[in-house]
């Protein structure tokens, strides 16, 4: 067992090349500690390490300065491999800067978010994870007394803390006494039933009626899901599970993020369970802090299994959410909460339940931001969410939850199509796809996919925005009679997001404050419809930026005109900046 976790003389220039990769952002704390992406390496490198150490005693001073008279965190983790040693490093510098520290270990990220809200007595969280990213990625997300991630305003005074910290360092050794809290299962039991029990206050679970025998089968993929409630909660809203894969906690059999390849093997079990009982109807697949996750469906007419996208999944959970509202709380003013690039679906969704549709730059931290300024104004907030990646934050929640979301598909099962009122039985087989086929058809390229993640050279967000404004005005006017014939594009309109807020463009970069801010350019037909649009954004949790694009109606030459389109706006943007000359194909 070991005593101690010793640094021996970590370089000035060390350090600061750790810190210089690790992406810092109210989304949290993220680097590639492993050597590779998809390595499983549980060691950590020494200069990290250090990185750990002024990051913990950072977070702890800022905990003593809010709440002095008594300072106390929540501390968890999910199931990747570098997460152990970086929740030691973490746990014993904050019970040696006098932290009264409750370690609930591995969990999925909204049963610490549940806890700590439930805790009049703890001041914030602290939670090791990379979410989605790759294995070998980890990081520190940052959290208050609510249960949501702190603001970015907090963050920014803890990041500006912590550069402090770097720019002081002396090079040195450091030895770190290894100090575990007490109890540590304790607390672990004590958030499950903390989470089961808000769980249980937000999803209206006392409503759900009796359901047909339906049956479900679940990918854990050897998240943090494997220790938590997960099987219990399934089964006490009329669900059977028919299978769990890989239920060994930490052991991650496919890549993280639950789309493309990561889906095949569910998919696989899915069709041979739907082949032998005909009741086990859909399949989820979760990522590894278990914040979010994929549906995969059994589709009787296509006879395949059919898995989701996640601006598809989002719009079934928002569906379902509303309807049941409608249902439940017809006298409440209805909005939803979603990033700038959530598909356009949500608002023709929106429009039959009567519900207003609020839009807010990319990150929980900025949705929870809206939410709280939506419901000032009177309205109940539904859900709130990313239909980019599929993540789901239902009414009173504060973080993004696979689960919430599970129960909301059951209540389509549950819910009469009807307006009476009334709950009834439904043909269970063929419920899901048919709400498919009746939706708008739009369809969009994925932030994820290759072809939407571009490595650009620019640090200077604001001056590659006003590049990419002008030369999408040049664009637009050479391509405008070829718009127009080809896909009925008359005009277009720019939207900024930055937080909270949408500013209207084009901007010229100037009210673009901050790096990560959402830049949209939505088209519109001759009808003044909005039918298109096209979205990108400097990532908060990689070195990339992320493009996207969406059109109406399955136009897919459109699509691929759209996102070729931006792409090549946004190198030339990129190789102004740079005074060099980059190749791209005109769309």
């Known amino acids: 067992m070991r005593k101690e976790i010793i640094l021996k003389n970590i370089s000035i220039a060390d350090l600061k090349r750790a810190a210089k990769k690790m992406i810092f952002s109210s989304s949290g704390f993220r680097t590639l500690f492993a050597p590779r992406e998809q390595s499983h390496s549980k060691k950590i490198t020494n200069e990290d390490a250090l990185l750990l150490f002024f990051i913990a005693i950072t977070f702890a001073d800022y905990i ?50 549940a806890y700590t809200a439930s805790q009049k007595n703890i001041n914030a969280y602290c939670y090791v994870t990379a979410s989605h990213n790759p294995v070998g990625y980890n990081g520190i997300k940052l959290g208050g007394p609510d249960g949501g991630i702190l603001p970015s305003d907090q963050i920014a005074i803890i990041i500006r803390e912590i550069h402090l910290h770097i720019d002081e360092y002396q090079e040195q050794s ?51 899901r494997t220790t938590s409630i997960d099987k219990k909660w399934i089964q006490s809203i009329g669900i059977g599970i028919h299978s769990i894969l890989h239920e060994k906690p930490g052991r991650i059999a496919h890549q993280i993020l639950p789309e493309g390849a990561a889906l095949k093997q569910c998919t696989r079990q899915l069709y041979k369970a739907y082949k032998k009982t005909k009741n086990t109807l859909f399949a989820y697949v979760y990522d590894n802090d278990g914040d979010r996750g994929n549906i995969l469906i059994y589709d009787p007419l296509l006879q395949k299994v059919v898995p989701l996208s996640p601006q ?50 990319t990150g929980e931290a900025n949705i929870l ?13 539904v859900i709130a969410g990313e239909g980019s990646t599929g993540g789901c934050i239902l009414s009173a929640g504060k973080i993004r939850d696979p689960l919430a979301a599970i129960t909301a598909i059951i ?50 967000i604001v001056e590659l925005k006003q590049n990419y404004e002008k030369i999408f005005q040049r664009d637009f006017e050479t391509k405008k009679s070829m718009l127009s014939h080809q896909f009925d594009i008359d005009t277009w309109q720019q939207e900024n997001y930055e937080e909270d807020k949408m500013i209207p463009g ?3 970069g100037h009210s673009m404050k901050h790096s990560h801010s959402d830049l949209s350019i939505l088209f519109y037909n001759k009808k003044k419809q909005a039918i298109a649009f096209m979205w990108f954004r400097k990532s908060a949790t990689e070195p990339v930026y992320r493009i996207m694009a969406e059109v109406s109606n399955n136009k897919k030459l459109f699509l691929k005109v759209l996102i070729s389109w931006q792409r090549n706006i946004l190198l030339e943007a990129d190789s102004l900046l740079q005074n060099t000359e980059t190749r791209y194909d005109r769309a």
């Open 64 to 113: 003593h300065r809010k709440f002095p008279v008594h300072a106390s965190i929540v501390i968890g983790k999910d199931s990747r491999p570098s997460s152990a040693i970086i929740l030691t490093i973490l746990e014993s510098i904050l019970i040696a800067k006098n932290i009264d520290l409750q370690n609930v270990h591995t969990v999925p990220s909204p049963q610490i978010s």
């Open 506 to 508: 084009p901007s010229q």
């Open 174 to 224: 450091l030895k770190i006494p290894i100090i575990k809290s007490p109890d540590s299962q304790k607390w672990h039991l004590f958030s499950k039933k903390a989470y089961w029990e808000f769980l249980r206050k937000q999803t209206d679970l006392y409503r759900l009626p009796p359901l047909p025998s339906l049956t479900m089968l679940i990918d854990m993929n050897g998240s943090a």
């Open 411 to 460: 209540k389509l099962y549950a819910l009469d199509h009807s307006t009476s009122g009334h709950i009834r039985k439904h043909s269970c087989n063929t419920l899901l796809p048919n709400i498919i086929k009746q939706l708008p058809q739009y369809i969009s390229t994925s932030p994820n996919e290759e072809q939407s993640v571009l490595h650009l050279h620019c640090q200077d």
């Open 312 to 361: 598809l999944h989002f719009a079934i959970i928002v569906l379902a959410e509303l309807k049941w509202h409608w249902y439940f709380y017809s006298d409440k003013k209805l909005a939803i909460i979603v990033n700038a690039p959530t598909s356009y679906l949500i608002e023709q969704i929106a429009k039959q339940f009567s519900a207003t549709v609020f839009r807010c730059a």
């Open 369 to 381: 931001k809206k939410v709280s300024a939506v419901e000032k104004e009177g309205y109940h907030v």
